[in-house]
């Protein structure tokens, strides 16, 4: 416990990714053994919603990606669900890395929409592989669910829900192709990562 307060109140701007870190691994350790579907479907939605911004904490985006040092970050979802209104009413309080987050809900999306996190939910308008090719090599990190997505339609980091925790796994090439580079401890935190290739001239 000692440890744990040690690193809650750790000083310099790590303090918001250990947090954010210690929150991520909380998030598939205490999910409740047995509730009822209904409230499994809601508690399923919290969780997403804290993942979402929380992933920010550990994405490195080109400095191309922002208007300036001040501009928001943009966490978009499209699709139809549940999720937007609780997105509404804990993530748009929140910060990242210093920015405030702007949640905007989409119908569709393309290259220009100017989303920074993009979660895309079941969508009869835009089928999910389309999304994702249609932003392949943007500055958006995708993000999917693996029940409404397959193959080629799942984003850089896929929800998955295993043995009744909410869990995650990442795609770290798709990351690359995107220009994204995603943290060691985000990596560790993944029920499996697809490593990104190693590409000429790099140390």
């Known amino acids: 416990m000692e440890l744990l307060n040690a690193m809650l109140h750790a000083t310099s701007p ?3 990714r250990i947090r954010a870190a210690i929150t991520l691994a909380l998030c598939f350790v205490l999910w409740p053994a047995s509730v009822g579907a209904a409230e499994t479907e809601l508690l399923e939605y919290d969780v997403k919603a804290a993942y979402l911004y929380k992933f920010g904490l550990f994405i490195e985006w080109p400095s191309a990606a922002f208007a300036s040092p001040a501009s928001p970050l943009n966490l978009c979802v499209v699709g139809e669900g549940p999720i937007g209104p609780i997105l509404d009413a804990t993530a748009g309080k929140q910060r990242v890395n210093e920015r405030e987050v702007n949640v905007r809900r989409l119908k569709t999306v393309g290259r220009d ?14 089928p999910s592989g389309q999304i994702v090719a249609a932003l392949r090599g943007s500055w958006v990190l995708t993000v999917t669910d693996s029940r409404a997505a397959s193959g080629a339609g799942r984003g850089i980091i896929n929800f998955v ?3 009744n925790r909410m869990r995650f796994e990442i795609d770290d090439e798709a990351a690359a192709q995107n220009n994204l580079g995603i943290s060691s401890k985000l990596l560790s935190l993944a029920l499996s990562v697809k490593p990104r290739q190693a590409r000429g001239g790099a140390k």
């Open 14 to 16: 790590l303090r918001s």
């Open 113 to 126: 929409a100017g989303c920074h996190i993009l979660y895309i939910q079941d969508s009869d308008a835009q």
């Open 161 to 163: 829900l295993k043995d």
